[in-house]
Every structure is written in structure tokens, then in C-alpha cells.
């Protein structure tokens, strides 16, 4: 189902002149892989990758299951952008993805990385989910202040607001091109 919708979305977007690195963490069950093509729960993470022009683009899907969810400061050092996948229907872990958030934010490698970090306030198609105003409260993102960040919702099932969410990270990928 929807295989290649990253592939294809950073196509039509006609993006970038050079190599860059996306990081996507987020919980378990959040809908990271979705986006692209997996339809299982991620063990330790995934690659995609593309070339257009002379550039290579390449996504980790980080897995989000709490075993996993150690490898994703590995990561750190070498992404441009990250892509932090909300389940906005999930009001129970909410509390969770804050601490993963603070822990991810407070990591030392991170810190001194002001790169930007995209949310997507994904599944928006469920009743009942939190917009993106109630996912950016609850994840006290607010508090952000040494990078730029954004957050839009998302329904990775059918796309719709990905590309708008991904517009925004290459745009500022292209105001502060990666070293
Ligand atoms: N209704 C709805 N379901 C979604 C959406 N995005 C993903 N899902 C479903 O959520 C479940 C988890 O999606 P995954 O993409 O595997 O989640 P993940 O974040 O990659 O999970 P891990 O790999 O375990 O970290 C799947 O059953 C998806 O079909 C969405 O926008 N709306
Ligand atoms: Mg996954």
C-alpha cells in the first residue's frame, strides 16, 4: 500500500542540490513506516534512499518499539532533519512521546545540532485525535527553542499532509544546508 509515497512525494517536491539524512522516530504504532512501505512493525530501523539529479536523499525509519528505541541518538550526529511521527489518536502514550522527545532533545550530540525537527501529528483521519495545537501542547514543544520545528497533521495512509510537512523540512534544509 502506498509504496514509495516518500519516494515519490520528494520527487514532486524536485528537491535538493546535495546529500542529506533524515531521521524518523517516533513511537511504536505511530505510522513512521506507512509513509513509505512497510506495513509491519519496524525491527531496529530501515533505509530508503534515492537519487535525483546529483543528490542522494536518504530516510531511517528508526523502529519505535521501546527495545529499539536506544538506537535512534546513534543517528544524531549524521541526520540534517528529523521527522518526529505522532500517533495524535493515541492519548495514552502521549506522555510517553514527551519523554522520549525530552530524552531525544537533551541527548549532548543533539543539542549541539540545531537541525530542524518536523512533527507529524499523524492519523488524522481517527475521531478523537488530538489536533496539532493539543499534540504541540502536550509534548511541550513550546519549550523548543534552539531549533526550528514545525507540526503538521497527517494521514499517512493516504498522504494527505505529508507533502506539506516535508515542504517545510527541505525548505529549511535549504536555508541551512547540511555541512
Ligand atoms: N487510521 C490511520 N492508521 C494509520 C495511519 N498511519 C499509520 N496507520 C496504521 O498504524 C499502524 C502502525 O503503522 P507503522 O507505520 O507500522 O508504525 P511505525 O511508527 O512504523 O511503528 P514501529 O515500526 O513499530 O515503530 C499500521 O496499522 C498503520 O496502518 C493513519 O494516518 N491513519
Ligand atoms: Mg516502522
Known amino acids: 500500500m502506498m509504496r514509495g509515497m516518500w519516494s515519490s512525494l520528494l520527487a514532486a517536491l524536485g528537491l535538493l542540490r546535495r546529500r542529506a539524512n533524515l531521521l ?3 513511537l511504536d504504532n505511530s505510522g ?3 509513509a513509505h512501505e512497510e506495513v509491519v512493525p519496524t525491527v531496529g530501523f530501515s533505509v530508503e534512499m534515492f537519487e535525483r539529479g ?4 536518504t530516510i531511517f525509519d528508526m523502529s519505535g518499539q521501546g527495545k529499539y528505541r536506544d538506537l535512534w541518538r546513534h543517528y544524531f550526529s549524521e541526520a540534517d532533519g528529523i521527522i518526529f511521527v505522532i500517533d495524535s489518536a493515541d492519548r495514552d502514550r502521549i506522555v510517553v512521546a514527551r519523554e522520549e522527545l ?5 541527548n549532548k550530540v543533539l543539542a549541539k545540532r540545531p537541525i530542524p525537527v ?3 501529528a499523524n492519523k488524522m483521519d481517527l475521531e478523537n485525535g488530538l489536533s496539532p495545537v493539543e499534540c ?5 514543544l513550546d519549550r523548543i527553542r534552539d531549533r526550528a520545528w514545525n507540526i503538521s497533521a497527517c494521514n499517512a ?3 494527505e499532509g505529508l507533502e506539506a510537512g516535508l515542504e517545510w523540512i527541505i525548505d529549511m534544509l535549504r536555508q541551512a544546508p547540511p555541512q
Open 24 to 26: 524518523c522516530v517516533g
Open 32 to 34: 513512521k513506516s506507512t
Open 54 to 57: 546529483k543528490v542522494s536523499f
Open 102 to 106: 525530552a530524552l531525544m532533545l537533551e
Open 118 to 120: 518536523l512533527f507529524l
Open 136 to 140: 504541540s501542547e502536550a509534548l511541550g
Open 157 to 159: 495512509l493516504t498522504g
